[in-house]
Antibody, heavy 119, light 112 residues
Framework: QVKLQQSGAELVKPGASVKLSCKTS????????MSWFKQIPGQSIEWIGM????????GYNQKFKGKATLTVDTSSSTAYMDLSSLTTEDSAVYFC????????????WGQGVMVTVSS | DVVMTQTPPSLSVAIGQSVSISCKSS???????????LHWLLQSPGRSPKRLIY???NLGSGVPDRFSGTGSQKDFTLKISRVEAEDLGVYYC?????????FGSGTKLEIK
């Protein structure tokens, strides 16, 4: 069955960077798309961007350009998101989700990872 | 960006009742291929979102047929017939017709 396993919670200092991972199993990662999202607790969901594992091609929400960088490692079926120059406004839960071609929706989600930016 | 407006923001219903949630978009969600990429998700408390319905009316795998979706162009509805306790959480509509994908503000369903 399809699974997306995200890395553990992060506590980081302002100005630092953090790299989140999303390890997948149960489907052909190398020909799939992965999207990332931000959710501040109690608020709605924002789409950050997506990456095609086949060639590493990416698309970003303008709001997150320069903040998030998406990459993949097809040898381990893992997607990554780097968040840079963190501020308290980046404190949120971040999710990865498979972007499924055909329906073009987000059919499987990771469990989410809480990133807390605090000095 | 396409704005997705959901109403009501919250609902309180008894087990066995039926409810409807509205989602309206600021632009038509019909893509150039003729398909409509409007989807519904449920985020149960403390959990990640879960796919319910894709492309307006198609049930996700394992989703009970108490859930149904209708609508077209800019106006969409999610209906839950015979609400069960496990249905509580926040329901989101989302569109992937236009770039970037956007989500509604959510409708919180509580059980009386």
């Amino acid at each position: 069955q399809v699974k997306l396993q995200q890395s553990g919670a992060e506590l980081v200092k302002p100005g630092a960077s953090v790299k989140l991972s999303c390890k997948t199993s149960g489907y052909t990662f190398s020909t799939s798309y992965m999207s990332w999202f931000k959710q501040i607790p109690g608020q709605s969901i924002e789409w950050i961007g997506m990456i095609y594992a086949g060639d590493g091609g990416t698309g970003y929400n303008q709001k997150f350009k320069g903040k998030a960088t998406l990459t993949v490692d097809t040898s381990s079926s893992t997607a990554y998101m780097d968040l840079s120059s963190l501020t308290t406004e980046d404190s949120a839960v971040y999710f990865c989700a498979r972007y499924y071609g055909g329906p073009w929706d987000f059919d499987y989600w990771g469990q989410g990872v809480m990133v807390t930016v605090s000095s | 960006d396409v704005v997705m407006t959901q109403t009501p923001p919250s609902l309180s219903v008894a087990i066995g009742q039926s409810v409807s949630i509205s989602c309206k978009s600021s632009q038509s969600l019909v893509y150039s291929d003729g398909k409509t990429y409007l989807h519904w998700l449920l985020q149960s408390p403390g959990r990640s979102p879960k796919r319910l319905i894709y492309q307006v009316s198609n049930l996700g795998s394992g989703v009970p047929d108490r859930f149904s979706g209708t609508g077209s162009q800019k106006d969409f509805t999610l209906k839950i017939s015979r609400v069960e306790a496990e249905d509580l959480g926040v329901y989101y509509c989302a569109q992937t017709t236009h770039f970037p994908p956007t989500f509604g503000s959510g409708t919180k369903l509580e059980i009386k």
